[in-house]
């Protein structure tokens, strides 16, 4: 399901097949958490701006409007009207983010809901049960994303759970999957995790390659250790990672952490960042991150980027895009994620191009601290 097309050192330029379309990587993947971009954007903006894959997750579409709906009307694909590929995350990363609200037990997790607190329990195989009904082209297994720092003893027992987890995970999706699905094609892939500790982390992903899965994603970073713990945690992974299979590291990030990250060869990302700074008006260019609020943009006749090809930069200026944030207009939101998805679309399209043309290195040091930087 993975082809791999070009390398530069660990940079790897390649394709994945899903149910849904071929997914040419490195990809960054569009969060649509509720089946929805927020920032008012419809399935028909997302392929305009050059989305390859829509990201939703399992535990927010459980809890409303449920799986039962979704999988009535077809799945996600036809409930969103969105006819490329389609990754739902397991749920797992509410095991870390509603912390205050769960309780973990080697079934599974009891939540509170944090829409009206009602009960709510999921474990592999509700999580795979809820996924097949979603529809997903790509199913992510349940695990527990541990908070860093952690005591050692305490991740390693939880790094052993959760490949006791994906065990089950990929026995109910065998399950699942021979009887009449929504997506036939649906993949599952296994998610690595162990700290930021090394030893596990080594252990816990050469233990789950055996398992010869679809896909591997590293979980687990980018939740409060410091860039270069995650760097150095990708670069001890990289060598026993499959390499015919896709990497994905989840919820990853700046445009400087794609960029690091794929130099360390990982093919698929994530991360809420870029639709949530353009709610606030932080807007990712090729000179670096704009505060479109400020005084300065006031009378300015220039686009967001003058580098930038998307909808938005080809019509808008500054000014008038300032004008809409500090006037509390929704169109603001609209404009602004749609600029910053089409910036992240765009920047995973040039890496290939970099890749194919043997420049990524001189890309990623011209770019890697650039685009991070605040103008």
Known sequence: MFR??????????????????VIET????????????KGGLSCDDLAAIGCQ????????????????????????????????????DSGGFQVFSLAKLRKITEQGVS????????????????????????????AMAFDECVENPAPYDYVQASARRTVRWLTRCAEEHRRLSSDAPVNPGQQLWGINQGGVFEDIRVANMETIAEMNLAGYAIGGLAVGEETAVMYNILDILEPVMPNDKPRYLMGVGTPGNILHAVWRGVDFFDCVMPARN???????????????????????????????GCPVCARYSRAYLRHLYKSGEILALRLGVMHNLYFYNDLMARIRMAIEEGRFETMKNDYADLLDTRI
């Open 4 to 21: 791999l097309l070009n390398s530069q050192g660990r940079a790897r330029r390649g394709s994945v097949d899903t149910a849904h379309g």
């Open 111 to 138: 939540f509170a809901s944090h829409i009206d607190g009602r009960a709510v329990f999921m474990g592999p195989e509700e999580s795979m049960r809820i996924q097949s009904a979603l529809g997903a082209d790509i």
């Open 26 to 37: 490195p990809v960054f993947m569009n969060v649509g958490t509720q089946a929805a971009v």
């Open 53 to 88: 894959v829509e990201l939703s997750n399992t535990y927010h579409l459980h809890l409303r409007p449920g799986e039962d709906v979704v999988r009535n009307m077809g799945g996600l694909h036809n409930f969103m009207r969105w006819d490329r590929p389609v990754l739902t």
């Open 278 to 308: 353009a709610r606030h008006g932080h807007l990712f260019t090729w000179r670096g991150c704009r505060n479109i609020k400020n005084e300065k943009y006031k009378n300015d006749p220039l686009p967001i980027d003058e580098e930038c």
